[in-house]
């Protein structure tokens, strides 16, 4: 192999269309555009116009819905488990956590847990702390003699809006300086107080 046979897959690279060159290039004269009308021009995207009709998407209803409570959980079977045993990625003298499985890389996430599948085959005994399992995955899991614990994930603390913090500073910033602007007149008036038998003794004399 030398630096001048190296060359890219056939087919790895094509040249780029080049419109509008003549009748003998294919794409001559209107350049693949058709004639005239609103499609030929660039920038246009008509998609689901139905010719002023009610559009297909706007005449039939809508169906299902998206729950926003709904759990997110990592889906492992229990063939996945004897993989990582076998590797050595997984201790099977400890606990299977959750955070287990996700320094032996077997999830990549904690994200709402992990629920265990049934798939696969199981030779190891392991104790196991998932947030699910099937029916299929405890059966396997007690058949090789170990045993599994369901456990909830702990909810993440609810951070303070900054918002709310503004709020309760505002109202402490108007008490110091309303005590500011109490104590300034009381002095003022103590000056004014002091200084006025000092001017009726000189006229009196």
Avoid: C, Y
């Avoid at 897959?9 to 080049?18: H, M, S």
């Avoid at 990549?108 to 104790?127: A, N, P, Y």
């Amino acid at each position: 192999m030398r630096l001048n046979d190296l060359r890219d897959n056939p087919g790895a690279t094509r040249d780029r269309k080049r419109v509008g060159r003549g009748p003998g290039s294919g794409t001559g004269k209107t350049a693949g555009r058709g004639h005239k009308g609103q499609k030929s021009r660039s920038g246009v995207a008509i998609k689901g116009f139905e010719g002023g009709q009610m559009p297909i998407h706007r005449r039939l209803p809508k169906r299902g819905f998206n729950n926003l409570f709904a759990k997110d959980f990592n889906e492992v079977n229990v063939g996945r488990l004897q993989a990582a045993v076998d590797k050595k990625t997984l201790d099977p003298k400890k606990t299977v956590t959750v955070e287990a499985l996700a320094e032996a890389g077997i999830i990549r996430r904690v994200r709402d847990g992990v629920r265990l599948l049934g798939q696969g085959e199981l030779k190891t005994k392991l104790t196991i702390e998932v947030t699910g399992a099937s029916a299929g995955a405890v059966k396997a899991v007690e058949k090789a003699g170990g045993k599994i614990a369901m456990v909830e994930m702990p909810k993440k603390p609810a951070q303070p809006k900054p918002a709310e913090n503004k709020d309760k500073a505002k109202p402490e910033a108007k008490k110091a300086s309303a005590k500011t602007a109490e104590k300034k007149p009381a002095k003022a008036s103590a000056k004014s107080s002091a200084k006025s038998p000092a001017k009726t003794t000189k006229k009196d004399s």
